[in-house]
């Protein structure tokens, strides 16, 4: 026979078994570990720019900067709809101002 092989049948399973589960967690690693990025990245806020408050409860609350919703506090209570000025970022935090040119 063509495919005779020394070993019983139940220990070439196994065997093509775990080359196949090798080799899809090869692939299965190297789409994780290649992937970019700045594709998870949001868009940079600076200081000075202008919001609209989006929620607001007890100093803190949810700001809406060019579609993206960031997490914010300022001292003085807001309510939604209060246009707000960055003054400070912290990480993913932004601390806000009521903004004094609101029309």
Not at 30 to 46: A, Y
Request: aromatic letters at 12%.
């Amino acid at each position: 026979m063509v495919f005779d092989f020394p070993l019983p049948y139940q220990a070439a399973l196994l065997l093509c078994c775990g080359i196949f589960i090798g080799g899809l967690w090869q692939i299965v690693s190297w789409f994780l570990l290649n992937r970019d990025p700045k594709d998870f990245r949001l868009g940079p806020v600076q200081k000075g720019t202008r919001a609209r408050v989006v929620e607001w409860r007890s100093g803190y609350g949810f700001i809406d900067i060019g579609g993206e919703r960031w997490q914010a506090h300022c001292a003085k209570d807001l309510k939604p709809g209060d246009r707000v000025k960055v003054s400070s970022v912290e990480g993913l935090k932004l601390t806000v101002r009521r903004d004094s040119r609101a029309r």
